[in-house]
């Protein structure tokens, strides 16, 4: 049984920087794919960053130069490194997983894994 479990949200100042954690419980920690996703009231859930087996890393152009992504795999953990927020990065986070070993071009879809995380809320005021 996989669980995600995410935390570090908060509130935050606009240009402040918030470090959020996704433990990966019973995954495999070789041969993923695991994602961050974000969904903000009344819009649809995106793809924030992605990361794999494979090395690569993407961003979507909204937080390219802000956000970093990382992961530990002795600790089964997924981080996501936010700095220089803005009021537009408010949203519920989540963090996905799936099991292959490159996230390819299907990376922001929402179908495209398999595993969720309950999310973690980010709020940042102006």
């Known amino acids: 049984q996989v669980q995600l479990v995410e935390s570090g949200g908060g509130s935050v100042q606009a240009g402040g920087s918030l470090r959020l954690s996704c433990a990966a419980f019973?995954?495999?920690?070789?041969?993923?794919?695991m994602a961050w996703f974000r969904q903000a009231p009344g819009k649809e859930r995106e793809g924030v960053a992605s990361t794999d087996s494979s090395g690569n890393i993407t961003y979507v152009d909204s937080v390219k130069g802000r956000f970093a992504i990382s992961q530990d795999n002795a600790k089964s953990t997924l981080y996501l490194q936010m700095n220089s927020l803005k009021p537009e990065d408010t949203a519920m986070y989540y963090c996905a997983a799936d099991l292959r070993w490159w996230c390819g071009g299907r990376w922001s879809q929402i179908t495209g894994y398999k595993y969720w995380g309950q999310g973690t809320q980010v709020t940042v005021s102006s």
């Open positions: 019973g995954l495999i920690y070789t041969g993923h794919c």
